[in-house]
């Protein structure tokens, strides 16, 4: 990727948390980034392609996330290291998980390819799940195993964006999702 159209997505991601999706237009970004509108129009056709580009990127993040535990042949380990890694992109970069996760402008909608980039990611999480399961399990409960434990890490990460976050008297969030995760993968591979 150029060094322009790098800069326009570093632009578009600080404000994108700055103000949410309502904050992006091609104007404010191309302020941002120190260009004209019409540099921005000859990278990425507009707000649209910013945003796809944007979510492409995302996408991408949490596939190499999901990758993280793929050499680790122990299913618990691999998927221990998976969730460590994923909750490494959700810290570092909160604008692409934001965006990944539906906090988007209403008119966007994904591209095929960001779509597939998407499957590819969620595609690593079952892996891990079906790992978790004796092989003749059917895709219909590994699909489910793979939602739980996408939701409770989602639902962790949500939660210490909250506000009831500073109130809820947790030391170390990142512990208790790790904790809990560890919990829950126990009860697939406990005897």
């Known amino acids: 990727m150029s060094d322009t159209k790098s800069k326009i997505l570093a632009a578009a991601s600080a404000l994108f948390l700055e103000g949410g999706a309502k904050a992006l237009s091609v104007r404010a970004i191309a302020a941002r980034a ?3 509108t019409i540099g921005i129009y000859s990278h990425f056709k507009g707000k649209q392609g910013i945003l796809d580009a944007l979510f492409i990127e995302a996408a991408n993040m949490v596939s190499t996330a999901m990758e993280a535990g793929t050499p680790e042949p122990d299913p618990k380990k691999a998927l221990m290291k998976a969730t460590s890694a994923y909750l490494d992109f959700a810290e570092r970069h909160v604008a692409h998980y934001r965006l990944f996760f539906g906090e988007s402008d209403p008119d966007y909608a994904p591209s095929t390819e960001a779509k597939d980039r998407a499957r590819e990611a969620y595609k690593k999480l079952l892996v891990y799940a079906a ?3 004796p092989a003749d399990a059917d895709k219909q409960t590994i ?3 793979a939602l739980g434990f996408w939701a409770l890490l989602h639902g962790f990460v949500g939660l210490t964006r909250h506000a009831v976050a500073a109130h809820a008297g947790v030391r170390d969030w990142r ?5 809990t995760v560890e919990d829950r993968i126990d009860t697939f591979i406990s005897p």
């Open 34 to 36: 120190n260009l004209s």
């Open 131 to 133: 790992r978790l399961h």
């Open 143 to 145: 699909q489910e195993t």
């Open 175 to 179: 512990a208790l999702i790790l904790k």
